[in-house]
């Protein structure tokens, strides 16, 4: 994932230095996501970039683009900006489970031996992390433990 992303941001740079400005935007944010992904495997002991780190990442860019937009909803202009750099995290985002597909991942840790809320989400994280929302993760648990 690491690779893709570095690809597409020399393609981006090469694109904006013939001319092509509309790739100035893809450049400058996937030149930034590099550095903070870079930074994650830095910090946790000098390790190599793994794909968690980027998903990390693009998550936590993807959060702070949606509250920007919001923020920034009354000008049009720095709204689309905004959308445009959302768009181009998600393509790099592998596709998330959705509520049915937690339910499965959730009964399945259960039929394994989870028999609490700990230790179904660490099941989930070990082998689905990155993948879904925590939020809906825990709600599904807890609708199916009761």
Excluded at 33 to 41: G, S, T, V
Excluded at 76 to 83: I, S, Y
Aim: some cysteine.
């Amino acid at each position: 994932m690491y690779q893709e992303i570095k690809t597409n941001w020399m393609d981006a740079r090469k694109r904006v230095a013939a001319g092509e400005h509309t790739y100035s935007i893809k450049s400058t944010l996937l030149n930034t996501l590099i550095a903070d992904i870079e930074k994650k495997a830095k910090d946790d002991g000098q390790r190599q970039v793994n794909d968690q780190d980027c998903i990390a990442s693009i998550k936590k860019f993807l959060k702070n683009t949606e509250e920007t937009i919001k923020i920034l909803e009354a000008d049009n202009k720095e709204a689309l900006l905004q959308r445009r750099e959302l768009n181009i995290l998600k393509d790099f985002l592998p596709s998330q489970m959705n509520e049915e597909d937690i339910k499965a991942a959730v009964t399945s840790a259960i039929a394994d031996g989870a028999s609490n809320m700990g230790a179904i989400m660490k099941s989930l994280k070990e082998k689905y992390s990155g993948l879904y929302d925590g939020k809906i993760a825990s709600e599904v648990a807890k609708k199916l433990l009761q």
